[in-house]
């Protein structure tokens, strides 16, 4: 049976929260998450992921919903390289993921593919997801594993210079994304009820 997972983040730069819910399978894993963000004068972005058992995305659906109307975007993996909206984008040929600026969970996929050892390090090219624009460029990034659950973030490319601590939990999610992200938790009280007008 499916193995399902809830999770939340909030923004630490702006005011932004967002709901994840992961599903890890056989066959695969599909993540659906949910974003409400200030920034860029407040959206609502909406993403899905298509991964493969050893978490490798075949896909990434994203809607954004803003005071300048609704956009989407679809990027797949078709066997040879990366199509955007149906087009083939041979720009993007070698890169290994998506990575969806807006959202911690893409970080996970390259963390789980890093070796354990403190020291190891993984460079690779993303194809990164601009969520203010809903654009789509190559852009490399290096994690550097730090120690049990630490790893350092280095981007290499369209962000060149930014680097960021990152908490991970024993799957690999995040934790806490120095300057962006950090993991929140529903309360636990059951049965609730909201008595406000």
Do not use: K
């Not at 997972?5 to 909030?10: I, P, S």
């Not at 999610?173 to 007008?197: C, D, I, K, M, N």
């Amino acid at each position: 049976m499916p193995e399902r997972t809830v999770l939340y983040w909030r923004r630490t730069d702006v005011a932004g929260l967002e709901r994840l819910e992961l599903v890890v399978g056989a066959n695969g894993i599909t993540a659906r998450g949910s974003v409400l963000c200030l920034e860029d004068g407040g959206f609502r972005l909406d993403h899905e992921w298509r991964l493969s058992p050893d978490w490798r995305a075949s896909s990434l659906t994203v809607r954004r919903w803003s005071a300048a109307g609704e956009d989407s975007l679809r990027l797949e993996w078709d066997g040879t390289g990366w199509r955007v909206d149906g087009a083939r984008r041979p720009d993007l040929d070698g890169a290994d993921e998506p990575d969806l600026s807006a959202t911690p969970f893409c970080n996970s996929l390259p963390i789980r593919r890093l070796p354990a050892a403190a020291g190891a390090s993984l460079t690779l090219d993303t194809a990164y997801v601009d969520a203010a624009a809903l654009t789509v460029a190559r852009s490399r990034q290096r994690y550097d594993r730090q120690g049990r659950g630490r790893v350092r973030y280095v981007d290499l490319g369209l962000s060149a210079g930014f680097e960021a601590d990152l908490l991970i939990d024993e799957a690999g999610l995040v934790l806490s994304y120095q300057h962006l992200f950090e993991r929140v938790f529903p309360s636990a009280a059951a049965g609730a009820v909201f008595t406000g007008a």
